[in-house]
Every structure is written in C-alpha cells, then in structure tokens.
C-alpha cells in the first residue's frame, strides 16, 4: 500500500524523514509532496534519502492512506477531491465539532481516523497527539510571554543592584500547565500553581513550584478520567484564588479545559488589578478563552496595559518539534496496524484504540465510539454482547483469590508469631533481649516505610544503604568466630548485606540520572 504526505498548507507536517523510514520498513511505499516539509525545516532531499519519493500534491493525495495534519474544511477542495474512495485518512478531525466532516467522509467511502480521539488509556499513549501538542504549548507559551514581559525571568545580581525574579502563576497542571511550569522554572521564575485536583499538589512540586492551596474549590477526577466542571461553591472558592495570585504574578498561563470547553479563570477585574506590563497566555482560546478579555487568535492590550494573548497557533510556532512528534504518533498509528510488516493497513475495529480512533468507514459514521473504561475498577458488563464476549467473567475471576489474599496473610503472620514466641522461650535469657529488640526493629522498620511517600523512596534507600553497611561491617567482625553457626550466619548476612548495598546505589544512581540530560533514564518514561 502507498501512503501519501500532502502539503495540507500549514507548517506542520505529519511525516519526518526519520517517520518515513520507519513507514518504509513496514514495507509501505511512502510519498511526499514536493515541499511539505519545508515548514519544518524537512526539505524534499531528505525524504527522498529515508526511501520516500517525492511526488505533486494531487499524487499523494490519490494514495491509499492519507496522513495530514488537520483535516481539511471540505472534500471539495482542489487536493482533497483527489482523496478516493475506500482511501483511509489519518489526521486531527474534532469529530465532536465537526459532523458534516464526518457525514463527508462517510458519503466518500473514506475511512477516517482522527487522531485527536485516541482513547485515554495506557496502551494508547505512543499515540496522543493531544498531549504531545499540550507539550508544545505549554512550553511555548512561556517563551511567548518572556518576549511580551518588560523584564527577565530570573532574578539578576549587579554592581548597580539586583533585580528579583518574576512571578509566574499557572492556572491547570495538567500535560500544558506541567510544561509551562517547568519552561518558566528553568529561566529563573518564581513559579506557583493551582489546580482543582488535589493529587496534582505532587505532580507541581516535583517541578520546583510552589502548590496555591484553595481546599474549597478541590474536586476529584470523573472515574472517565477527565475533570468536571465546578459546582457553584468551588467556582467561587477557585475565582478568590485567582484573584489574589494574579493580583502579584508579572506572568499569569492559563490552561483550564473541561470537555473543549473554556471556562472563566480570569476576570476583566482581575486583569484590572495586575500591574501595567504583566503578560496573560491563555491556552484555553481554541475553548473560547479562560480570560474575558482574550480574542481566540489574537493580542489584546487592557486599558492597564496588561497584555492578554489568546494565540491558538502555538504548536504550530514550534514547527519542526511538533512535526517529529506528529510524525511519531502516526508511524506509531500504522504500525499497530501492520502487525505482519507488510507493508497492509488492518484496522481492527475490536481493539479499543482503534475502534476509538475510527469515525468514519464503509460509508457509515462511527462517532461517537464506545465508552472505553479508564478507572483501576473491574469493569461491569452492559447488556448482553458483553456478558457473551467472556469479558466480565474473566474481570471478576481475580476477585475471589483477592479476598482470600488478607485471610491467608493473617495466618502466615500468626505461625510467625507463635514461630518467634516459641524460639524466645527456648533460647537462653540473654538471647531473648537480642530477639526482642530484633522484633521491635523489624515492626518499626515495616511501618516507617509503610508510611514514607513515594516521592521520598530514592533518598531512603540510600539510608537503607547506610544502615546495610553497618550489617556488613559487624558481620564481617563475627566471621572470624570459633562458632561455626555465628560463622554461617555471618557470612550469609555480609553477602545480602553486601547486595542490598550495591544493588541500591546503582538503583539510586540510575534515577537520579533521569534528572539529568543523557541520564540513564532519559526517554525512558513519558
């Protein structure tokens, strides 16, 4: 099968030439229309050298897959007409916004995979380009209000004074808030954040920021794993917060989501109380804007003089990194569905992904697709095609062996207790405070790491280490003893002694590599 790259008129475009080679080695022929990745700084050459060839617009839109950036307004357009039937067509679609596209496609026999509808499950996430373009914006958006903001980010030390650093307050901490605050943190800015999620407080702090707590306005996520729109009373309570942080931010990046929907985060009198200069990047303009004074696209200047920017193209600003993320995403796309690498698009409609993914085929419209559960729960079958398919039977089957998991470990923690009563009582008196202070160890010891948060779990194995290294110091003294079972014993405690020891810091050293660049770690996680 041929897959064909257009110019679809934008920057951006959906195949690099490191993506093409990896589509050609899945043994698709892959063309690329002359000049589509020039945006990006891809020229035609390079394409050419990963095995593409290099065709007219109208040639790779005639090709059996069509991947693109965005989906185009019409099929009637001069290259979209040349998309024919039975064709598949990758691109971002808004499938929700967009249904005479949708009905367009259908009626064309095209089959449609919308790459802004990937499911949110862990399988799918090589393919979210939503959060790889969140990324993007989060970080740009930062570098757009550094050139806006009349000073520098990171407090400066001078012969004539000092300067302090900026403020910058991130509204959301989710993929786009959790960008913008680690860009603005590595400039130098104070950076503080809000988010309704309490379980983001973690997730904030471990970029360097500091946590606006407003325990009022905290809500849960949707078991659907997205968030919900406030009720009346957090709303309130949120908007109080806002208030007061942006009353101080030089920078103030909003983000705020729920459903495609924007709502309101920044008032016109809160943009009336920041300080003449201070930047406002709203993330949310493509939503209808988080700031009631945004213009989705445009730059607005208050009457204090407060610039809000309301750019919906940013992604698009950062062409060639976007690209490689877009080209990534759908090379990941056809390689699901190539699993024989010959060079064949299958697209399965009873896997989850796809099925999520595909809006349109055989001349029908697929959207909305199937609720896909995304909660840690078992799920619970509806209807009869789910009790017939096995699924929630195989769901259910651990649940028995579960409930038999906290009995059985009652028993093996009784025997073990009366093992120990039992090996006290027979053992001489001396020996029994020896055991003694060895229990209460161990029970001290389970629940101090029981209780430490995940978070602190690197710094305590090197305190674990600390503490093994005093073991494999008096088991190496006793190994010299006339007893052969203190001898045995020593040896076997210097040796696990000695693992823990080694096996610890190489762990330890293995994650505090994936803090720095070409770390151990690096691009090893998402």
């Known amino acids: 099968m041929r897959i064909g790259i257009p110019d679809d008129g934008g920057p951006l475009v959906p195949a690099t030439p490191t993506t093409a080679a990896r589509l050609v080695g899945l043994g698709y022929e892959v063309a690329v229309a002359a000049g589509a990745g020039a945006g990006a700084g891809f020229p035609d050459a390079a394409y050419a050298a990963a095995g593409a060839s290099v065709v007219p617009d109208a040639e790779a839109w005639a090709a059996d897959v069509v991947a693109v950036t965005r989906a185009p307004a019409s099929l009637a357009a001069p290259g979209p007409a040349a998309l024919r039937p039975g064709a598949v067509l990758i691109a971002q679609m808004s499938p929700a916004a967009r249904p005479e596209l949708l009905a367009e496609l259908a009626d064309r026999g095209v089959t449609a995979l919308a790459l802004d509808a990937v499911p949110r499950i862990s399988r799918a996430q090589s393919l979210d380009v939503l959060s790889a373009l969140s990324n993007v914006a989060g970080y740009r958006a930062v570098v757009e209000a550094a050139a806006e903001f009349g000073g520098m980010f990171s407090g400066q030390v001078t012969a004539a004074g000092t300067t302090p650093p900026a403020t910058v307050f991130v509204i959301g901490a989710g993929v786009a808030g959790l960008a913008a605050i680690g860009a603005a943190g590595s400039l130098g800015a104070q950076v503080r954040a809000f988010d309704v999620r309490p379980e983001a407080a973690e997730q904030i702090e471990s970029m360097g920021a500091t946590v606006v707590r407003a325990d009022d306005a905290a809500q849960q996520v949707s078991a659907d794993g997205y968030a919900q729109a406030l009720t009346a009373d957090q709303e309130a309570a949120a908007l109080r917060a806002y208030a007061a942080e942006t009353a101080g931010a030089d920078v103030v990046v909003t983000t705020a989501l729920v459903r495609g929907t924007a709502p309101t985060t920044i008032t016109a009198e809160m943009v009336a109380g920041m300080r003449p200069g201070s930047v406002v990047v709203d993330l949310a303009a493509p939503g209808g804007g988080n700031c009631e004074l945004t213009v989705p696209g445009e730059r607005v200047v208050s009457d204090n003089g407060v610039v809000v920017l309301g750019y919906t193209d940013l992604p698009d600003r950062m062409p060639r990194h976007t690209s490689e993320l877009l080209g990534t995403a ?191 770690g690096e691009g090893s996680g998402r």
């Open 330 to 520: 759908v090379a990941n796309l056809v390689q699901l569905g190539t699993p024989d690498e010959d060079g064949r698009l299958v697209l399965d409609l009873d896997d989850v992904v796809v099925r999520g993914m595909t809006v349109a085929r055989d001349g029908e419209v697929l959207w909305p697709p199937p609720p896909v559960a995304v909660s840690a729960g078992a799920a619970v079958a509806e209807g009869p095609g789910a009790a017939a398919s096995g699924a929630a039977p195989a769901a259910a089957a651990p649940a028995p062996a579960r409930a038999r998991r906290p009995a059985g470990r009652v028993v093996l923690l009784a025997v073990a207790a009366v093992l120990g009563v039992l090996a006290v009582a027979a053992s001489p008196p001396d020996q029994a405070a020896h055991f003694t202070v060895l229990a209460l160890a161990v029970v001290v010891g389970f629940y101090v790491i029981s209780h430490v948060t995940h978070a602190l779990h690197t710094p305590l194995m090197s305190q674990t280490n600390a503490i093994s290294g005093i073991i494999l110091v008096g088991g190496m003294l006793q190994i010299g003893s006339s007893d052969p079972v203190v001898t045995t014993l020593a040896v076997l405690a210097s040796a696990v002694a000695s693992i823990n020891i080694f096996g610890g810091f190489l762990v330890t050293h293995r994650m505090l590599g994936m803090f720095h660049r070409g770390g151990a």
